[in-house]
T-cell receptor, first 113, second 112 residues
Framework: SAVISQKPSRDICQRGTSLTIQCQVD?????MFWYRQQPGQSLTLIAT?????????ESGFVIDKFPISRPNLTFSTLTVSNMSPEDSSIYLC??????????FGSGTQLSVL | KNQVEQSPQSLIILEGKNCTLQ??????????LRWYKQDTGRGPVSLTI?????NTKSNGRYTATLDADTKQSSLHITASQLSDSASYIC???????????FGRGTSLIVHP
């Protein structure tokens, strides 16, 4: 199994500012994912974070808005840039462990005023 | 297109009662199906994972079934407790992609 430490757990931010979310995994993992979950909705994949290369973004998400770092196989950050109230959501990091099992961080609940 | 549909969207039951949540999917080829429990404001936590050859898998009071022929799964919760109040998400892997397909979840509320 993989244990993921995600922080901050929640934050309230002002419009126009940026927030960086961190995820630390207790083991080396190749694939790391960042998801957004808007109120009442299912999880939507933002991007796949690859170590040593740029992240792969899904349709509707761009690097300028959601820059991602993946400096090594145990750590990644997601920045939500120039925030607006529409960015209020839960942000989750996830890793793919052995046996294709998905493990999730505890989530970051973001509110933008 | 790979899709996962869950029903009902929401469910309210009394403590101690049983309930069954449904998941239908179109993901093909199928790799595995997982049920997650997500408490409000938290990340999903895995309950069960089933591959093609598995029909039933239990985890305490949670029992998941899989019919790969009809592409249906169910999650049965026995003797519900207040702590079972959460969103239950069905996730299917396969479809030629390493990215799994998520259902919208069923929101379960257990009343005392």
């Amino acid at each position: 199994s993989a244990v993921i430490s995600q922080k901050p757990s929640r934050d309230i931010c002002q419009r126009g500012t940026s927030l960086t979310i961190q995820c630390q995994v207790d083991s080396q993992v190749t694939m790391m994912f960042w998801y957004r979950q808007q109120p009442g909705q299912s999880l939507t994949l933002i991007a796949t974070a690859n170590q040593g290369s740029e992240a792969t973004y899904e349709s509707g998400f761009v690097i300028d808005k959601f820059p991602i770092s993946r400096p090594n196989l145990t750590f990644s950050t997601l920045t939500v840039s120039n925030m607006s109230p529409e960015d209020s959501s839960i942000y989750l990091c996830s890793v793919l462990g052995s046996n294709e099992k998905l493990f999730f961080g505890s989530g970051t609940q973001l509110s933008v005023l | 297109k790979n899709q996962v549909e869950q029903s009902p969207q929401s469910l309210i039951i009394l403590e101690g009662k049983n309930c069954t949540l449904q998941c239908n999917y179109t993901v093909s080829p199928f790799s595995n199906l997982r049920w997650y429990k997500q408490d409000t404001g938290r990340g999903p936590v895995s309950l069960t994972i089933m591959t093609f050859s598995e029909n039933t898998k239990s985890n305490g009071r949670y029992t998941a079934t899989l019919d790969a022929d009809t592409k249906q799964s169910s999650l049965h919760i026995t003797a519900s407790q207040l702590s079972d109040s959460a969103s239950y998400i069905c996730v299917v892997s396969g479809g030629g992609s390493y990215i799994p397909t998520f259902g919208r979840g069923t929101s379960l509320i257990v009343h005392p």
